[in-house]
DNA sequence: CCGCCGATCTTT
DNA sequence: AAGATCGGCGGG
């Protein structure tokens, strides 16, 4: 399978990147405006810190597959995994901005008021998508996957604002958020 | 607008 | 026992 997005990488370089690409999944599709980047062995706040567990395991695996896993048992976590073959490397997507499907956006995310909120969170955009665990491992480069990734318009680097990561209890020096100004 | 807190359950 | 979150509530 090719790779159109420039994965095999660690996640801190490929992460800026992903910024306007098209996540295409069983309920709408969107243009990713905000993602972190989430190492292995050098990064203390990621799943892939103290090895492969069966949670992280797909972390592990080739680039291109879909990370998802639970978080705070209620709420979905969609990440990209990056990494070479066993390297352990992972973005996690914590915005889009909705493009098609808001009908159903707004379906599945019936406390959200304004439509800039449906989909302006890591759990948000999972929920406004349709994208649970049953998802988890799946290759998003390939056309008949039901969770899909390509690429989209770069974004121009003007608008991209880079900063700490959000809810982590340790690491939070290392700077592996970007997002596109206006979007959060 | 901001900060606090509870929900809910998997993972380690 | 903590967690890569969200939304409701109360105060300024």
């Known amino acids: 399978m090719t790779d159109p997005l420039g994965l095999g990488r660690h996640s801190s370089d490929v992460a800026p990147t992903l910024l306007g690409a098209i996540l295409e999944a069983p ?45 705070y048992g209620m709420h979905h976590c969609a990440n990209v ?41 890591p759990g948000k955009l999972c929920a406004a998508l349709g994208i649970g665990r049953a998802h988890d491992g799946l290759d998003l480069l390939d056309t008949a996957s039901s969770v899909r990734l390509r690429p989209g318009e770069p974004v121009d680097p003007d608008l991209v604002v880079t900063s700490s990561r959000i809810g982590i209890s340790v690491a939070q020096e290392f700077p592996w958020r970007w997002y596109v100004r206006g979007y959060a």
């Open 27 to 71: 309920c709408g599709i969107g243009r990713i405006v905000e993602v972190e980047a989430y190492g292995g062995a050098d990064d203390p706040a990621s799943h892939a810190f103290r090895g492969a567990t069966p949670r992280s395991q797909i972390m592990f695996g080739p680039a291109g597959r879909l990370y998802v896993y639970l978080i």
């Open 81 to 121: 995994v990056t990494g070479a073959d066993g390297d352990g490397q992972a973005v996690l997507i914590r915005g889009i901005e909705p493009l098609v499907g808001i009908e159903a956006m707004r379906n599945n995310r019936p406390k959200a008021r304004r439509d800039r909120d449906l989909a302006n969170g």
